[in-house]
């Protein structure tokens, strides 16, 4: 059956990816999807690209690459005529906490066939309006969505020792693969210099000229040779440059954050009560990720978070610094805990919850 699907991949692909390399064909056909319109999307939902008007489960995208792009990740989801959207997943060999996993998007190989029925998948108490559809067989397409599709989607959860065994035997079997760059890029802060740079070597081909790879190949060698004293001055809520750190005090809490992100929003009251019953000897310290310093202030303005604050985010030349010094992932909230020394007592991701912030603290 497995040569059945790469012998229609391969004469797909010999009538249709030849004339075009720039550009990924979606080509499906599910003879049980109601009439409606079936919507292209690049990373997530909320991004629709592209639609085009189905019957009798058939429909046919041309994805256009840009010009020197890397693989992206691609998915699709359906509204039908009475206005019920089906999100579609598609069947792996990949797992999740030790389950099966149906994924609900794939990566823009030049060629993607979906053929096939689907079956309902949706939990009882969702609305009618709402559907989660699974195809029954696997999607044809390249060795892009092949990679990714072999690895498991909590890989990255929890970085240890066994992860980066995983990481690096993942690698000898697919060395091409965007998504594991993407992935390592990702959590790069959660890996040593070493670690990164072992995992880089066993990259092999094209995807070494990348871009993505140059630019994690370069940060990773200037993560060499920083300093822990080496902590650059950002911007206060004065519009002043600051020191982020008093050494009066022995331990600092820095908390990354983002106006716009409800979890961090959420987190505050949380921080506060925190902050109003802490030892002297701890500093509180949120630096926000907002693009939008307008956004921020209102926020701050808002919340009333009574200790200090600062902003930085990704165009600032010395966001990098900050990055490598607090091994921030860019996932947020983003809860770190430093001695005087800059060393990195305690790190978590996520929105906490009061006996987790208190046991951070008072553990270390």
């Known amino acids: 059956m ?11 692909c010999s009538t249709s990816c030849s004339k075009n390399q720039n550009q990924t064909i979606i080509k499906g056909n599910i003879p049980n999807l109601p009439d409606g319109t079936m919507y292209l ?4 939902g909320t991004n629709r690209i592209d639609s085009i008007k189905t019957k009798n489960g058939k429909f046919n995208f041309i994805y256009k690459w840009k010009k020197n792009s890397e693989p992206v990740y691609l998915g699709l989801d359906h509204v039908d005529n009475e206005a019920t959207l089906r999100l579609l997943s598609f069947p792996t060999n990949s797992k999740y906490r030790g389950g099966s996993l149906n994924q609900s998007r794939f990566l823009s190989d030049s060629a993607v066939i979906i053929n096939g029925e689907i079956f309902d998948n949706t939990p009882k108490e969702f609305s009618k309006k709402i559907r989660l559809v699974n195809l ?5 397409a390249g060795k892009q969505t092949e990679a990714l599709y072999h690895i498991d989607e909590d890989l990255f959860y929890k970085i240890d020792a066994k992860t980066i065994a995983v990481v690096k035997e993942k690698l000898k079997k697919y060395p091409f693969s965007f998504h594991l760059l993407y992935k390592i890029n ?14 880089l070597k066993l990259f092999k081909g094209d995807i070494t000229e990348s871009e993505s790879y140059k630019k994690l190949f370069a940060y990773n060698q200037k993560r060499f040779t920083v300093k822990n004293n080496d902590l650059p001055l950002i911007e206060d809520t004065n ?7 008093d050494s009066k005090y022995e331990k600092h ?5 983002a106006s716009w992100y409800g979890p961090c929003r959420e987190e505050i009251p949380l921080l506060k009560k925190i902050y109003n019953d802490k030892n002297k000897s701890l500093e509180f310290i949120s630096i926000s990720i907002d693009s939008d310093k307008n956004a921020w202030k209102k926020t701050l303005n808002e919340e009333k978070m009574n200790w200090k604050q600062f902003i930085i985010n990704e165009k600032d030349s010395n966001y990098e610094k900050i990055q490598m010094q607090f091994r921030l992932n860019g996932a947020i909230p983003y809860t770190v805990l430093v001695d005087n020394n800059f060393k990195i007592l305690k790190s978590s991701v996520g929105l906490s919850s009061e006996k987790d912030l208190k046991s951070f603290i008072e553990n270390n």
Do not use: A, R, T
């Open 2 to 12: 497995k040569l059945y699907y790469l012998l229609i991949l391969f004469i797909f």
């Open 41 to 44: 999307y690049e990373d997530n």
């Open 136 to 140: 029954k067989p696997p999607i044809i």
């Open 186 to 199: 990702e959590n790069k802060n959660s890996f040593s210099p070493k670690q990164v740079d072992e995992f």
């Open 239 to 245: 519009g002043k440059k600051s020191k982020i750190l």
């Open 253 to 257: 809490l820095v908390v990354f954050w």
